[in-house]
């Protein structure tokens, strides 16, 4: 579904252009077109293709979708993955957008799972001609900087789910629900890793070293879109290496836990047993047992009884066992 | 066993010919021959060693199998293995792929374990005449690209394996299938590995810096099938990483279910300890226990037990032990 | 808010200067600028982007704040970022320094989190002037050398924090606390690791290879920071290193004292368990008993439980159990 | 020990000769001396040093034994160091071979530990002139071919020792003898490991890049060498990487096993104590018990006791407890 | 404190100088001043920077100790720090050594942890006039080799520790031993592993790539002091990985040992119970009991007892429980 096809002309708008006319407005001298589609169809791509002379590979890649982030040169275009990360309802949910860049357009197709579009980006460039007139490699790192922009949100809401559970850590009783939110946590940091790492590593490479020439005038900015990447994967390598722990002492706890109830249980085991014990003892049936005559022999018994529990009582309460 | 054996010029089939006459078409221009082999014996790679001009040791690697995924030069000629996998009822099987390729000439031999042929990449390659006009370089990028492709339902059931273990992970009473089903699939995924990582290392060098010159064209296509690679192996890494974690948490779980069953028990031991114990205390054989002469003293005593009973079951439900 | 602004001469303190007054000092030859700020607001830094004609982007990190620890070269001037660590009540509080170097100006602006200023690094400076005629490279050394200086007694604290747990780590009863010491000491060192790891990695770049034309005549200076740098991320990667170990060793001596503790508590059930046995044996209703008739019978009886008491506890006593 | 001394031209054996006339041959064009020792004694190495004015260094480290498998170079000579694996009575002994190769000679010295000599690569090389003309490069690719071929039934026997501790892993009561023969297993990779990793490294340096000139028509065997080491190297690393995962497994499972145990044992635990509760209830002396005087009391109390114990033993086989 | 001060000419020993003198000695042609300190007090330092000219921020690190080991080049002289290791009752004490090496003189400076000196480098190499000439690159060479040399006995030692606990490590209760011998094993490990991979690191840049214009001549030597190093280092990790299973294996006999004392526990607690549970059944006080009246009633009671307990017996021991 086509959203936008915009001509611009040092950096000014000139306007909504109709797509047959795409190859036409490419051809004047510093003119780019900024086109957005969403949910591109193979018809839509395949028009494209043709206006634009995309490369075969790029095109398919993109009708495919499902592609890691990526940064791939054709000649001097450039094919761009990225991919949105949007949090609903405590769930992670992973979109894709792909660019097409060359010297005189920009192309950009997300798919449904990128519920947020990029007219945004668009208003507030439209809003800086001094930066627009970079061309199509500004349009490039502005649409990058908005989606990595939008991973720090989902970053702080990872880090406040591991805080929630780091609290309850070291509490007893809540080692099962522990164990299954920091498992979960995981899965989720794992999803958002195979989105940053990737891209991280292709953006490295659009400023430094070997630069593809059209972005040697912008590779500061992009600079700054890897150090934001820099930044996350950082973070998330952080929480992973705090999950991972978390999960081994997790396990402590519970093996902890375990020992302290297993202690008090024994303790008052114990405690009874002995009752038992001396219960029996008096409950044998021989016929000399001179104390079973006593007046007092019963309250005598019961005495005996109390005072080895109190006295057990409190040794097993001194060493920490109840 | 020789399968087929064709020549093609200008990207267009000439015709199947006899394996004697290969040397006669390799030597004219913009001709190549296509020969596919299965399970080739030793007295057909010699000859083919002899039409081709083989290099020696690339035949030897190639007669005894059980090679690493890998791209040799020799001169201006390439060695490639790459290994097919194939599912069989969730089992997986490795087959092995010898490509041997020069400027005139490509020739596969796959072995017995590649139920799968490449017939489907013979009729698409030549239904286009502009891409096969690229030459043995073209066809081993098809070959490529099928054998990669065929590694992504490979990869489905892995992560299918893996999710169903992860449903029942938090499941009691299945640790023991749990843990089982755990390290076989880290078993298959480590055979998977070992054939997607080391191909991933050989194709990163048919694209990009120093390629051999017979890919100059043809790299964006190796390109593509590096992408693909490397998206295996996140994935791989994804699943090999969440089965570690996965193994921890099984031990964490088996860890808090006993934990649990054992607090069940105890809670459930102190109550009849309890009762035993006061039974033996009235079952005592003292000549003065008033109690024991009381009418009521029988059923009172059998309430002190029961609510002694009841009592210790509220709290320990309370406690969360029963 | 503007803590110092000092113009120098060939090493040599000029004056105070105001801020409107930048620009043109800093047109003079052999004369630069060094401007201190803390709590740097967006109005302050834009006049200061307007005097030094400070990169936009730069400008935009320094007053987001919250920025990775790193070096950028924007043309001719630097950028950079460090992180100030320090130690409150043996908690690690993270403040942010940037500074913007160039030509002729330092300008430096730290948040509020760093409570320490740099004034004892200007006043050695100024008593300095044969290094401080080296320029604003001199100056950058010498505060990034005082902010790095300042990392080690957090390592210290760090340090001792490990060494008060290890000695703990085999006292019996102590695992619950040094579990939860560990891990919080685990996320102390990880908080500051990402201080020092990014730092370590930007400073490398200033020594050695390819270093801004700016630091040339300093290198050998940012090499000492480098190596500081490098001694304490390998202090630190022990420190992890052995916080592993010891969440490890931590479980295994929980494990550990649960089966010694199990152990006795066993012996002494089964002491118990003997006597009970042996009085319910005597305590059956059986008429024809002949040992419940004997006159000894009881004392008798009693010996035996005894008897075999000890001997349990001997063989016990042996085996280590008890 | 001198094993051989014989001098090849064009690659045909010329004779045996006398250790003292080497420096003679040596000086031949197209000619090269290939002597072989065991044990060598120091006055021996010195011999050899004087005849082919080998390094002191090197004769050093060969005379001292115990090095690390390395190819160092010495001006246009090499020294190389590599370490035999044979498997003794499922142990695995490591011996070493130094070899010092020239233009002109190769000399290998082989210590105790390697029982089985090279004598098999000479008559092998001898029968292949072609290839023996180009010179002692070949001959030490032969040896080191020789060498690294016979680490593969060494790995075959550390995979078929896994494969068989596999078979038991999850079999209960097995648990001692299977870590035990982990452990046991781990220590050999680890062995092999350090033999073989060293040894890839530095065969890697004989191919592709910057090669020893010597070994430059070879070096496609080198790389065949190097190949062999990959393969060999990965597969350890697959041990390595299942023994650890199979520790931990065993882990699990003697946790599973004990959890059973446990529940198996608390379930007839709870069944005697109920049965031992009644008891004691009916063995209390109260005297109006009318239950006591009933005709079919006792019939009726042994009913209900083993009713009790068949409704629980029902509940428990139930829950999978029995 | 000054231990030697000695001029050598075309390696010759000149004779022991005062220390005024130096600089004089170092301005003539083939002759070097080598200068040995203990426990270098800041003033002695003073001079000798004076007298050769070292640069400040060396004098710096070596006054003020604790430094990594390290190699830093100021303009032509180089700035090298090793540690020693030696062992005192199975303790490893650390020792710095701080070298200074120009092309005329080298002055090392040993702390006071170093307790073994540096004489007997000198006595070799002054017998040794062809190396001596070599100059104060071949001296730091002898120096270096010394320290390296040093550090085989205390690897010895940590690899004899560790293979006294393997040898006890699946001995039944030794597992708290173990577990205390094998951290502070580990520590030493790391202790000496900080010693040793900033040396290797280091020293790798003395031979190969790019090198300091005073080490080309006696690079071959650098790298077989880098070779001793990896050696060690490669142990090292060895032993590191060790410990790191050897833990984890602990952790699993522990666990194996304690699920067989539970299920020896478990039976004789269970033969107990039974016994309990017939004797209270015998002991209950109905008043038709026929068998209570029978004449061989109690040794049959006694009879079926001690049936029971046998017959468990045996079933336990079967089973391997007993």
Chains 1, 2, 3, 4, 5 share one sequence.
């Not at 982030?69 to 792909?98: M, N, Q």
């Not at 299954?180 to 195979?194: C, D, I």
Request: hydrophobic letters at 45%.
């Amino acid at each position: 579904m086509l959203i936008n096809c915009v001509a611009y002309q040092d950096g000014q708008k000139l306007d909504d252009i109709p797509v047959e006319e795409i190859s036409e407005y490419v051809a004047r001298p510093d003119t780019f077109v900024w086109v957005a589609l969403r949910d591109a169809q193979p018809e839509e791509l395949a028009v494209m293709q043709e206006e634009f002379g995309l490369h075969e590979l790029a095109v398919e890649d993109a009708s495919r979708g499902h592609q890691r982030p990526k940064i791939e040169e054709y000649g001097d275009s450039l094919f761009v993955v990225v991919k949105t990360i949007e949090c609903r309802d405590h769930e992670v949910a992973i979109g894709e957008v792909d660019i097409f860049v060359g010297r005189d357009y920009i192309l950009s197709a997300r798919d449904g799972n990128s519920k947020q579009g990029f007219q945004d980006v668009r208003t507030r460039a439209e809003k800086e001609p001094h930066m627009l007139r970079l061309g199509p490699a500004f349009v490039l790192y502005a649409l990058m900087d908005a989606v990595v922009d939008r991973y720090f949100p989902v970053l702080d809401m990872l880090e406040t789910e591991l805080e929630k559970i780091e609290e309850l850590i070291f509490t007893q009783g809540r080692q099962r629900d522990n164990i299954q939110r920091l498992y979960e946590l995981k899965g989720k940091v794992t999803l958002v890793r195979h989105v940053v790492a990737p891209l991280m590593e292709a953006v490295g490479r659009l400023h430094g070293g070997r630069v593809p020439s059209m972005c040697m005038e912008t590779q500061e900015y992009f600079r700054d879109v890897h150090d934001h990447l820099h930044r996350i994967a950082a973070s998330l390598d952080g929480i992973r290496d705090t999950i991972a722990t978390a999960i081994q002492v997790n396990l402590s706890m519970v093996a902890i836990d375990e020992s302290e109830v297993n202690k008090r249980l024994a303790a008052w085991a114990a405690i009874f047993a002995i009752v038992t014990a001396f219960a029996g003892l008096w409950g044998m049936n021989f016929k000399y047992m001179p104390e079973l005559d006593w007046k007092y022999g019963y309250p005598m018994a019961v005495a005996i009884m109390v005072g080895v529990c109190l006295y057990l009582h409190r040794r097993f309460k001194k060493a920490g066992w109840l």
